[in-house]
């Protein structure tokens, strides 16, 4: 969603008494935390995947330093917010997808603004369910090499696995993250890959690179 599209969006009676402030980049975002109390950040994706992993790790970041500020994904359709469900390295307070109707939009907005600091209840069981079935070291270097474009016997060789075998480590991780195609896999392979675990003694927010 452009930023034309969330002013429209805010500018509407039920959201008007919300006070929004636009930053293209997230480094003018963290510019402006010592001077600006902020309530929420809305994060709208646009379907890239550098921008997809950026997100991902500013946010992961953010719930470290910041973790009174709530944190929303506009994510582009159905099929990423899911993947984001999965893949969060952090608890989001919400997940909306933009491919639903502008009045549903601004319903779902509106109620997860409305719950001040609570992280919603379905989101945050659904994130302790995906941290807790994450992928094996098997299934994670399947998806790094189908990342770099090898093909399962390929990948068989170099894990000194039978097909069959990877066929099933495959089967297993596409079910883990809810995905039902390669094209899901893959995305999935490209925050995994790109996305490591978070130091959690750290406490200075990381400096994602932004295209």
Not at 171 to 184: E, P
């Amino acid at each position: 969603m452009s930023a034309v599209g969330l002013q429209h969006l805010f500018a509407m009676p039920e959201l008007s008494h919300y006070q929004l402030h636009l930053f293209t980049q997230f480094d003018s975002f963290k510019a402006a935390l010592p001077h600006i109390s902020f309530f929420s950040v809305i994060y709208s994706l646009s379907d890239a995947r550098e921008e997809r992993r950026n997100c991902l790790a500013c946010l992961r970041d953010l719930a470290f330093t910041h973790s009174d500020i709530q944190r929303i994904i506009l994510a582009s359709d159905e099929m990423e917010a899911r993947l984001i469900g999965h893949l969060s390295p952090s608890r989001l307070h919400g997940i909306i997808s933009k491919a639903v109707s502008l009045s549903h939009l601004q319903a779902e907005l509106l109620a997860l603004l409305s719950e001040t600091h609570r992280i919603n209840d379905n989101v945050l069981n659904h994130w302790y369910v995906s941290q807790s079935r994450m992928l094996s070291p098997t299934e994670r270097a399947i998806l790094r090499y189908m990342s770099f474009g090898y093909s399962i016997p390929e990948i068989a060789t170099q894990l000194e696995r039978n097909i069959k075998t990877i066929r099933a480590h495959k089967f297993n991780a596409m079910v883990k993250l809810g995905v039902n195609s390669d094209v899901g896999l893959l995305d999935a392979a490209d925050i995994l890959t790109h996305l490591p675990a978070r130091d959690t003694r750290g406490s200075v927010l990381s400096t994602p690179v932004f295209s």
